[in-house]
């Protein structure tokens, strides 16, 4: 049912033991952070649900709905998203954000959808992506869909942000949440299945933080630039408390052509602080960039565990102010005149 999605052993049991006992609930809730899996799990359940072969992929029904998939976010904003819309297997709909909001008349049309007799298989199975960006119309339609769920229809709900969706959605939906995949699982997979050289998986994997999707469609060379310059900051930082060069890397953080590189920027510096951090202290073994070890320590030698400790803090105390619409220019340069003076 679930063969080649790696990762989340629990939720993976938790839905086989489902299956095993005949008990698929009407309702079904995939929480978790972007990227890890819940789009494909909630395939495999659609595939095994509607399979009269068990899931196991050897039949036409699951040969269809194998190539059954969610469309990519830059293809969501086509009028065949404003309903319920169906690949190759007339008891799979799906209903997706058209644009930025999931239509009421998407979710009355999965009402209605939801309601009819299968086709062909024993049930019907309709995923809703992203289900947190549904209106709030949408959102109470939905409500008294699963207020009665219908005999021969299910319904999984996909999303991030479970606390976007109403409490009386939740409480009506059995809800099964999958976590981060492990780095060496996620490394193993892109370099057996994905093509991957050694060297690239692993940096992918860490770069990644247990999302298979964000490790699958990274750019390294990107990444690399980005992990090379915000180590640099450490070491202005660390050894010279050069604040001219400090304050330059805030400007190129937030070069108006490349504004989208600031909150990955901050997300790398965040954890090459943390990993100074844990060498400055004596360990070794839990860092997140393993590669580059040796310059992370000169780094950890050079600051101290008690600094360290006061970069990972003040970049934790920007993104509350981030939170809030503080200006990123002045967000980059107050950080860095406290990493000067750390």
Known sequence: ??????????????????????????????????????????????????????????????ERTGRFAIPPDDEKNKDDYKRVFFSEHLDVGMVVPYKRNILVDAIRDLEREAHFRPYEAETRVFIIDNAEKMNDQAANALLKTLEEPPATSHIILV?????????????????????????????????????????????????????????????????RQRRSAMLGVLRDAAVAGDLAALLSAGEAMNDAKNKENFEPSLDILETLA??????????????????ITDELGEIAEAAGARRAAEWVTAIEETRTTLNVNLNKKIAADSLFVRFAGA
């Open 1 to 62: 049912m679930f063969e080649g999605l790696i990762g989340n052993t629990n939720a993976k049991r938790r839905l086989e033991r489902m299956f095993e006992v005949g008990r698929l609930p009407n309702a079904l809730l995939f929480t978790g952070p972007e990227g890890v899996g819940k789009r494909s799990f909630a395939l495999g359940v659609t595939r095994r649900a509607i399979c009269a072969a068990g899931g196991g992929g050897a039949c036409p029904v699951c």
């Open 159 to 223: 999303t991030s942000q479970p606390d976007r969706l109403l409490p009386t959605i939740r409480s009506r939906t059995q809800a099964v949440r999958f976590g981060p995949v492990a780095a060496n699982e996620v490394e193993e997979y892109l370099a057996g299945e994905r093509g991957f050289s050694n060297e690239d998986a692993r940096l992918a994997a860490i770069a990644a933080k247990g999302s298979i999707g964000s490790a699958v469609s990274l750019d390294l060379a990107a990444f």
């Open 274 to 291: 943390r990993d100074v951090m844990v060498l400055a202290a004596g360990g070794s073994g839990m860092i997140a960039n393993p590669d």
